[in-house]
Every structure is written in C-alpha cells, then in structure tokens.
C-alpha cells in the first residue's frame, strides 16, 4: 500500500473523530410566546422558533389554538436549555395569569425564575 494512502485513511480517521463529538450533542431548546391579533399569547417550546413560528403562521403544521387567529407576532423566545428543562418552563408560564406573562415579554420577569 503507498504511503499517501495511509496518510489520507489517517487524515479520514482523525477528522472523524473530531466530528463526532458534534453530532452527540443535544439540541437547544427554546421557549416562546406568540401574540394573536386578539392580543392572546400562545406559549409553546422547539428547537428552531423561527421554523416554528412560521408553520404557526402558516396553518399547516401550527398549533390548533392558532388556526384562524392571525395575524400572530413572535412576541418573546430564549434559549433554555434540554427539552425537559423547555417543557417544565412551558408549564409554568401557562399557569401565569396575562399580565406575569406580559412581564415575561418585557423582560421585567426573568424567565429562569420558573426554573424547578
């Protein structure tokens, strides 16, 4: 066998190795809120909000809260974390009376104080 070959089978290997590493790694979750033209807010969680935001908008793939309930805006998203750590947020900001939520918006209320 050639060297040359050798040496790109051990150039093959190693970027492999450093590949792999990004390829286990988890998604990062986001919570969100949307606005509806009747200034509902809607919460929900996902890993790419502004895909989610358009299926939503869309009708096709969105919530069945949303359908018909438009124009919607993206009124608030951050970044939290795992899914399970998304999902618990999310159900604590649906037990939060409209104006914690507002608050959530306007970032007077710090999101990660719904943290478990």
Do not use: F
Not at 42 to 65: N, W
Not at 68 to 75: E, N, Q, R
Not at 83 to 94: D, F, G, P, T, W
């Amino acid at each position: 066998m050639p060297l040359d070959s050798i040496d790109s089978i051990d150039s093959i290997d190693s970027i492999d190795s450093k590949l792999a590493p990004l390829e286990t790694q988890q998604p990062i979750w986001s919570v969100y809120l949307i606005r509806t033209v009747s200034n509902t807010l809607y919460c929900g969680v996902t890993t790419d909000v502004q895909r989610r935001y358009s299926e939503h908008q869309s009708g096709k793939k969105g919530a069945k809260y949303l359908k018909g309930k438009g124009p919607l805006t993206l009124a608030w998203h951050e970044e939290v974390g795992d899914k399970r750590l998304a999902m618990q947020i999310e159900y604590r900001i649906k037990q939060l009376p409209k104006i914690k939520k507002e608050a959530i918006i306007t970032q007077y209320l710090n999101v990660k104080m719904l943290i478990p």
